[in-house]
Protein backbone atom coordinates (compact mmCIF):
# COMPACT_ATOMS: atom_id res chain seq x y z
CA UNK A 1 0.00 0.00 0.00
CA UNK A 2 0.77 3.55 -1.12
CA UNK A 3 -0.51 6.93 0.85
CA UNK A 4 0.61 10.10 1.38
CA UNK A 5 -1.40 12.72 2.95
CA UNK A 6 -0.84 16.41 3.41
CA UNK A 7 -3.17 18.77 5.40
CA UNK A 8 -5.79 19.24 5.66
CA UNK A 9 -6.66 15.47 4.65
CA UNK A 10 -3.85 14.29 7.48
CA UNK A 11 -5.80 16.13 10.12
CA UNK A 12 -9.27 15.72 8.63
CA UNK A 13 -8.56 11.30 8.12
CA UNK A 14 -6.64 11.04 11.18
CA UNK A 15 -7.71 7.44 12.54
CA UNK A 16 -9.57 6.83 9.53
CA UNK A 17 -9.08 4.79 6.79
CA UNK A 18 -8.75 6.85 4.09
CA UNK A 19 -9.95 4.64 1.08
CA UNK A 20 -12.91 4.88 3.14
CA UNK A 21 -13.07 8.30 3.46
CA UNK A 22 -12.20 9.25 0.21
CA UNK A 23 -15.07 7.95 -1.26
CA UNK A 24 -17.49 9.77 1.50
CA UNK A 25 -16.61 13.13 -0.10
CA UNK A 26 -19.01 14.65 -1.71
CA UNK A 27 -19.32 17.58 -4.33
CA UNK A 28 -20.00 18.47 -7.90
CA UNK A 29 -19.29 15.51 -9.68
CA UNK A 30 -17.61 15.72 -13.36
CA UNK A 31 -17.27 12.22 -13.77
CA UNK A 32 -18.86 9.40 -12.85
CA UNK A 33 -17.61 5.62 -14.41
CA UNK A 34 -17.73 2.40 -12.94
CA UNK A 35 -13.94 2.54 -12.54
CA UNK A 36 -13.27 6.12 -12.36
CA UNK A 37 -14.95 9.02 -10.07
CA UNK A 38 -13.93 12.89 -10.50
CA UNK A 39 -14.99 15.72 -8.28
CA UNK A 40 -14.24 19.28 -6.54
CA UNK A 41 -15.04 18.72 -2.70
CA UNK A 42 -14.69 22.25 0.04
CA UNK A 43 -12.38 21.72 3.08
CA UNK A 44 -12.83 24.65 5.30
CA UNK A 45 -13.57 27.05 2.40
CA UNK A 46 -10.93 25.59 0.05
CA UNK A 47 -11.39 23.39 -3.38
CA UNK A 48 -9.86 20.21 -3.88
CA UNK A 49 -10.25 17.64 -7.03
CA UNK A 50 -10.59 14.35 -6.26
CA UNK A 51 -9.97 11.64 -8.55
CA UNK A 52 -10.78 8.06 -7.50
CA UNK A 53 -9.76 4.95 -9.51
CA UNK A 54 -11.32 1.67 -8.83
CA UNK A 55 -10.03 -0.71 -11.33
CA UNK A 56 -10.60 -1.50 -14.66
CA UNK A 57 -10.92 -5.16 -14.74
CA UNK A 58 -8.60 -7.43 -16.62
CA UNK A 59 -11.03 -7.38 -19.99
CA UNK A 60 -11.11 -3.64 -20.25
CA UNK A 61 -7.36 -3.73 -19.81
CA UNK A 62 -6.85 -6.22 -22.80
CA UNK A 63 -9.68 -4.22 -24.67
CA UNK A 64 -7.14 -1.34 -24.65
CA UNK A 65 -4.15 -3.36 -25.21
CA UNK A 66 -5.63 -5.03 -28.23
CA UNK A 67 -6.69 -1.68 -29.72
CA UNK A 68 -3.04 -0.14 -29.16
CA UNK A 69 -4.26 2.23 -26.54
CA UNK A 70 -2.52 2.27 -23.12
CA UNK A 71 -4.88 1.87 -20.34
CA UNK A 72 -4.78 4.22 -17.08
CA UNK A 73 -4.70 1.62 -14.28
CA UNK A 74 -4.68 4.30 -11.37
CA UNK A 75 -4.09 7.71 -10.00
CA UNK A 76 -0.06 6.41 -9.45
CA UNK A 77 0.61 7.97 -13.17
CA UNK A 78 -0.99 11.41 -12.31
CA UNK A 79 1.14 11.42 -8.65
CA UNK A 80 4.11 10.46 -10.35
CA UNK A 81 3.30 13.03 -13.26
CA UNK A 82 2.70 15.85 -11.00
CA UNK A 83 6.25 15.45 -8.67
CA UNK A 84 8.56 15.42 -11.88
CA UNK A 85 6.79 18.43 -13.57
CA UNK A 86 7.51 20.07 -9.68
CA UNK A 87 11.06 19.06 -10.02
CA UNK A 88 11.58 20.13 -13.86
CA UNK A 89 9.90 23.37 -12.50
CA UNK A 90 6.84 22.82 -14.78
CA UNK A 91 3.80 24.63 -13.08
CA UNK A 92 1.11 22.45 -12.66
CA UNK A 93 -1.37 21.03 -9.80
CA UNK A 94 -0.30 20.71 -6.21
CA UNK A 95 -1.16 17.19 -4.63
CA UNK A 96 -1.83 16.85 -1.16
CA UNK A 97 -3.31 13.07 -1.20
CA UNK A 98 -2.60 9.93 -2.85
CA UNK A 99 -3.08 6.82 -1.39
CA UNK A 100 -2.98 3.21 -3.48
CA UNK A 101 -3.28 -0.61 -2.63
CA UNK A 102 -3.84 -3.86 -4.12
CA UNK A 103 -1.39 -5.37 -6.34
CA UNK A 104 -3.73 -6.41 -9.12
CA UNK A 105 -3.97 -3.81 -11.23
CA UNK A 106 -7.01 -4.73 -12.76
CA UNK A 107 -8.64 -4.22 -9.65
CA UNK A 108 -6.37 -1.89 -7.71
CA UNK A 109 -8.13 1.05 -5.53
CA UNK A 110 -6.34 4.31 -5.66
CA UNK A 111 -7.24 8.15 -5.26
CA UNK A 112 -5.16 11.87 -5.52
CA UNK A 113 -6.10 15.04 -4.36
CA UNK A 114 -4.94 18.06 -5.93
CA UNK A 115 -5.75 21.95 -4.88
CA UNK A 116 -8.30 23.59 -6.85
CA UNK A 117 -6.46 25.84 -9.36
CA UNK A 118 -8.81 29.55 -8.80
CA UNK A 119 -9.48 31.58 -10.29
CA UNK A 120 -8.39 30.52 -13.67
CA UNK A 121 -9.77 30.02 -17.64
CA UNK A 122 -8.33 27.65 -19.73
CA UNK A 123 -6.48 28.57 -22.77
CA UNK A 124 -9.25 27.07 -25.15
CA UNK A 125 -12.18 29.46 -24.03
CA UNK A 126 -9.73 32.17 -23.95
CA UNK A 127 -8.82 31.68 -27.47
CA UNK A 128 -12.64 30.77 -28.73
CA UNK A 129 -13.13 34.15 -30.39
CA UNK A 130 -9.46 34.69 -31.21
CA UNK A 131 -10.36 34.18 -35.11
CA UNK A 132 -12.73 36.65 -35.41
CA UNK A 133 -11.59 39.11 -32.22
CA UNK A 134 -7.59 38.66 -32.41
CA UNK A 135 -6.36 39.38 -29.40
CA UNK A 136 -3.21 41.83 -28.60
CA UNK A 137 -0.28 40.42 -30.66
CA UNK A 138 2.23 41.12 -27.66
CA UNK A 139 -0.20 38.81 -25.17
CA UNK A 140 -0.87 36.45 -28.01
CA UNK A 141 3.19 36.00 -28.48
CA UNK A 142 3.70 36.05 -24.85
CA UNK A 143 1.09 32.69 -24.22
CA UNK A 144 2.52 31.08 -27.34
CA UNK A 145 6.11 30.99 -26.15
CA UNK A 146 5.09 30.25 -22.55
CA UNK A 147 3.19 26.78 -23.65
CA UNK A 148 6.06 26.12 -26.09
CA UNK A 149 8.13 26.47 -22.60
CA UNK A 150 6.33 24.75 -20.79
CA UNK A 151 5.72 21.88 -23.04
CA UNK A 152 9.74 21.59 -23.99
CA UNK A 153 10.59 20.97 -20.30
CA UNK A 154 7.63 18.64 -19.78
CA UNK A 155 9.05 16.01 -22.57
CA UNK A 156 13.21 16.83 -21.80
CA UNK A 157 11.45 16.32 -17.99
CA UNK A 158 10.48 12.97 -19.29
CA UNK A 159 6.80 13.24 -19.35
CA UNK A 160 4.24 13.00 -22.42
CA UNK A 161 0.66 14.40 -21.78
CA UNK A 162 -1.11 12.01 -23.64
CA UNK A 163 -4.30 14.71 -23.56
CA UNK A 164 -2.50 17.63 -24.26
CA UNK A 165 -4.58 20.15 -25.59
CA UNK A 166 -4.68 24.00 -25.07
CA UNK A 167 -8.31 23.02 -22.69
CA UNK A 168 -5.37 21.83 -19.77
CA UNK A 169 -3.15 24.75 -19.96
CA UNK A 170 -4.69 27.40 -17.64
CA UNK A 171 -4.51 30.95 -17.18
CA UNK A 172 -4.18 32.03 -13.63
CA UNK A 173 -6.48 35.10 -13.43
CA UNK A 174 -5.95 36.06 -9.93
CA UNK A 175 -4.63 39.37 -10.96
CA UNK A 176 -4.74 41.55 -14.14
CA UNK A 177 -2.93 39.41 -17.40
CA UNK A 178 -0.04 41.48 -19.33
CA UNK A 179 1.87 40.40 -21.84
CA UNK A 180 4.78 40.14 -19.51
CA UNK A 181 3.16 38.87 -16.09
CA UNK A 182 0.93 36.14 -16.68
CA UNK A 183 0.68 32.37 -15.11
CA UNK A 184 -0.03 29.58 -16.66
CA UNK A 185 -0.65 26.02 -15.63
CA UNK A 186 -0.68 22.65 -17.17
CA UNK A 187 -3.57 20.01 -15.63
CA UNK A 188 -5.14 16.64 -15.92
CA UNK A 189 -2.31 14.21 -15.88
CA UNK A 190 -4.40 10.99 -15.44
CA UNK A 191 -3.08 9.61 -18.60
CA UNK A 192 0.27 10.66 -18.48
CA UNK A 193 3.46 9.13 -18.48
CA UNK A 194 6.94 9.18 -17.18
CA UNK A 195 10.22 8.18 -18.04
CA UNK A 196 13.92 8.46 -18.11
CA UNK A 197 13.63 9.82 -21.54
CA UNK A 198 10.75 10.56 -23.71
CA UNK A 199 10.60 9.08 -27.09
CA UNK A 200 9.65 10.16 -30.14
CA UNK A 201 6.68 9.10 -30.99
CA UNK A 202 5.30 9.97 -27.50
CA UNK A 203 6.56 13.40 -28.27
CA UNK A 204 5.33 13.95 -31.80
CA UNK A 205 1.82 12.77 -30.45
CA UNK A 206 1.66 15.42 -28.08
CA UNK A 207 2.45 18.19 -30.59
CA UNK A 208 -0.10 16.36 -32.67
CA UNK A 209 -2.56 17.08 -30.19
CA UNK A 210 -1.60 20.32 -29.64
CA UNK A 211 -1.41 21.64 -33.10
CA UNK A 212 -4.86 19.73 -33.25
CA UNK A 213 -6.78 21.63 -30.63
CA UNK A 214 -5.51 25.04 -31.97
CA UNK A 215 -6.41 25.09 -35.96
CA UNK A 216 -9.23 26.94 -35.21
CA UNK A 217 -8.21 29.92 -33.01
CA UNK A 218 -6.46 32.06 -35.73
CA UNK A 219 -3.10 31.49 -35.38
CA UNK A 220 -0.48 32.05 -38.48
CA UNK A 221 2.10 30.59 -39.81
CA UNK A 222 4.67 32.77 -38.23
CA UNK A 223 2.50 32.12 -35.24
CA UNK A 224 3.88 28.49 -35.47
CA UNK A 225 7.13 28.76 -36.54
CA UNK A 226 7.74 31.20 -33.14
CA UNK A 227 5.93 27.78 -31.05
CA UNK A 228 8.63 25.47 -32.68
CA UNK A 229 11.57 27.67 -31.89
CA UNK A 230 10.53 28.32 -28.80
CA UNK A 231 9.57 24.52 -27.59
CA UNK A 232 13.14 23.09 -29.36
CA UNK A 233 14.98 26.00 -28.13
CA UNK A 234 16.83 26.17 -31.69
CA UNK A 235 17.35 28.77 -34.27
CA UNK A 236 14.43 28.51 -36.49
CA UNK A 237 16.75 27.73 -39.46
CA UNK A 238 17.66 24.54 -37.67
CA UNK A 239 13.98 23.29 -36.61
CA UNK A 240 13.29 23.52 -40.33
CA UNK A 241 16.23 21.77 -41.39
CA UNK A 242 16.06 18.41 -38.85
CA UNK A 243 12.91 18.49 -38.19
CA UNK A 244 11.42 18.52 -41.41
CA UNK A 245 9.77 15.10 -41.09
CA UNK A 246 7.97 15.88 -38.09
CA UNK A 247 6.40 19.64 -39.48
CA UNK A 248 4.69 17.50 -42.13
CA UNK A 249 3.75 14.76 -40.20
CA UNK A 250 2.00 17.43 -37.75
CA UNK A 251 -0.11 18.78 -40.38
CA UNK A 252 -1.43 15.70 -41.74
CA UNK A 253 -2.09 14.58 -38.25
CA UNK A 254 -3.59 17.36 -36.96
CA UNK A 255 -6.23 17.39 -40.07
CA UNK A 256 -7.04 13.93 -39.74
CA UNK A 257 -8.04 14.31 -35.92
CA UNK A 258 -9.78 17.38 -37.27
CA UNK A 259 -11.76 15.19 -39.73
CA UNK A 260 -12.52 12.79 -37.14
CA UNK A 261 -13.79 15.67 -35.23
CA UNK A 262 -16.19 16.93 -38.14
CA UNK A 263 -17.65 13.63 -38.52
CA UNK A 264 -18.27 12.36 -34.90
CA UNK A 265 -18.13 15.55 -33.01
CA UNK A 266 -18.22 14.67 -28.96
CA UNK A 267 -17.95 11.20 -29.62
CA UNK A 268 -14.33 11.84 -30.38
Known sequence: MKLVLDEPFKTLWAGRDPFVAVEALQGEVFRELEARRTLRT????????????????????????????????????????????????????????????????????????????????????????????????????????????????????????????????????????????????VIDLHRAQVRPRITRRWRDKDLAALYFSALDIGLTRRDKLRFLRDYFQWPLRRVLKEEAVLLGWLDGKANKLYDRKLRYGDAL
Open 42 to 185: EVDGKGYFVKIHRGIGWAEIAKNLLTAKLPVLGAGQEWKAIQRLREAGVPSMTAVAYGERGSNPADQHSFIITEELAPTIDLEVLSLNWAKQPPQPALKRALIAEVARMVGMMHRAGVNHRDCYICHFLLHTDKPVKADDFKLS
